[in-house]
């Protein structure tokens, strides 16, 4: 395995999947009134004022007064600035859009349309800025929202989430710094990940070291869902809507965007891209690929969804996973602990798989509770269906876990009559859960329940 970098991120033991240094805050001088429009926006600013985004209107208007930087843009060369470049115009054009779609929803309870052009000052720029990246000019998880979007409240601290704050936001509130600087937590473990899956292509005619570094994945995945479960602690379910309209996309939501959305200036044609989501970060797809569960990903247009995700990150990562992907199809790692009988490699690699089990069926109860019990609007920020998407993802790493155990012997270490009982409770969970949803009118809370009653809750 190489490092793949683009000079703001690079994919590697060190830096795993955080920029290569702290994103940068404000933007140059020379931007000061693109700088202070993001300042400005959130519905409640650093100073508690309520900002434009709480005013019906208020935002779009100031919007279309500010100029248009497509010739200084088009200048740029420091990665830093192109992407702190990309963030700003990122958040703008999600907020002219989708205030409209915030307003309707405050006065209905339910999302209403979105503006669908965007006007020249704000997409010319735009595009020529995602162009230098190679990414696609709509907010995204990596260089806008998350990943580049963080800076330290205690330039002596750690990465943890409540030492991070954002450098642009929608609703300005603990909510959703919350919510959002949590992902930039987990992944500060991820250089860990990195170095597991280094070490897994450069060992597999090793087993010890392949099976130390098959545990060295299992333990930072463990590390990574004891600071995903804080979510519950960072962003009250309750207030998700208060920011989640903002980070919808075209794509899939036909029903705020019926028509696409213009680009003035650009090209004549509406376009559609996802919105930003979670399932844009890389910790899970990473451990896919390496662990082997991407084989049993079922065939169907769910997993067509996913795969289309890969091509909303930047290309750096999205060359990472190809070759990652070709070196583990060469060598499946789950056929090569069989054939060398390396029962600890299987310990291991079952510990993996339970940790990407944890972390989907977590995540599963995130959608529950924060969108399920939140809004009846059936589609994720990024186009996908709510009640099906994960567990779809869920039912392969299941697989996965049942075609290992059929290799693995009882031990010491791994008893399978247990295992297999705590198996047995995972598929009767998941069943259960999707025989409520595939009802039209649904209770979220008579699915989440079962998380409990098969003590299987996340928190």
């Known amino acids: 395995m190489k490092t793949f970098t683009d000079g703001f991120f690079s994919i590697d033991p060190i830096n795993g999947f955080l920029p290569v240094k702290e994103p940068l805050l404000i933007l140059p001088k020379k931007y000061i009134l693109l700088q202070k429009l993001i300042d400005e926006m959130p519905i409640k600013k650093m100073n508690g004022n309520k900002g434009l985004l709480s005013k019906e209107n208020a935002f779009e208007e100031a919007a279309l007064e500010l100029p248009n930087f497509l010739e200084e843009v088009k200048k740029e060369k420091d990665p830093f600035i192109i992407a702190a470049l990309y963030r700003s115009y990122s958040f703008i054009t999600s907020a002219f859009t989708l205030a409209k779609s915030h307003h309707t929803y405050l006065k209905t309870g339910k999302y209403g349309k979105a503006r669908e052009r965007l006007p020249k000052n704000i997409a010319q720029p735009y595009v020529v800025i995602s162009d230098k990246l190679e990414v696609f000019p709509w907010l995204d998880y990596h260089y806008a929202y998350s990943l580049g979007n963080y800076h330290k409240i205690d330039k002596a601290g750690g990465l943890k989430w409540n030492n991070l704050s954002m450098a642009a936001k929608f609703s300005g509130m603990d909510d959703e710094r919350g919510f959002i600087m949590l992902h930039v937590d987990i992944n500060q473990y991820s250089p860990d990940l990195v170095k597991s899956v280094f070490g897994i292509t450069q060992n597999t005619e090793n087993p010890l070291k392949l099976s130390d570094n098959i545990a060295l994945m299992g333990t930072t995945l463990n590390r990574m869902n004891s600071r995903r479960k ?146 009846a609007y059936p589609k994720a920020t990024g186009g996908t269906p709510i009640t099906s998407w994960i567990p779809n993802q869920i039912k392969a790493v299941l697989k996965a876990m049942k075609v290992l155990s059929e290799n693995m012997n009882s031990s010491a270490e791994w008893n399978k009559n247990i295992w297999k009982e705590n198996y047995n409770k995972k598929v009767k969970l998941l069943n259960k859960q999707l025989e409520i949803v595939a009802v039209e009118s649904f209770d979220p809370n008579e699915v989440f329940k079962l998380n409990l009653k098969f003590d299987s809750q996340d928190f």
């Open 230 to 375: 804080l979510m519950w602690e960072a962003s009250r379910w309750k207030h998700y809507n208060d920011f989640r309209v903002f980070i919808m996309g075209v794509k899939g939501n036909d029903d705020i965007f019926p028509n696409g959305l213009i680009y003035e200036g650009v090209w004549d044609k509406p376009h559609a891209y996802r919105g930003q989501t979670g399932a844009q970060d890389n910790i899970i797809p990473t451990a896919d690929i390496a662990s082997g569960v991407i084989h049993f990903y079922p065939q169907n247009q769910l997993t067509k969804y996913l795969m289309d995700l890969r091509q909303y990150r930047p290309k750096c990562v999205q060359q990472f996973f190809k070759e990652l992907a070709f070196h583990m199809h060469k060598n499946p790692i789950i056929h090569l602990l069989g054939e060398t009988q390396n029962q600890k490699g299987m310990q291991n690699l079952m510990q993996v798989y339970e940790e990407i089990y944890l972390f989907r069926n977590g995540h599963w109860q995130f959608v529950q509770k924060y969108i399920m019990q939140n809004t």
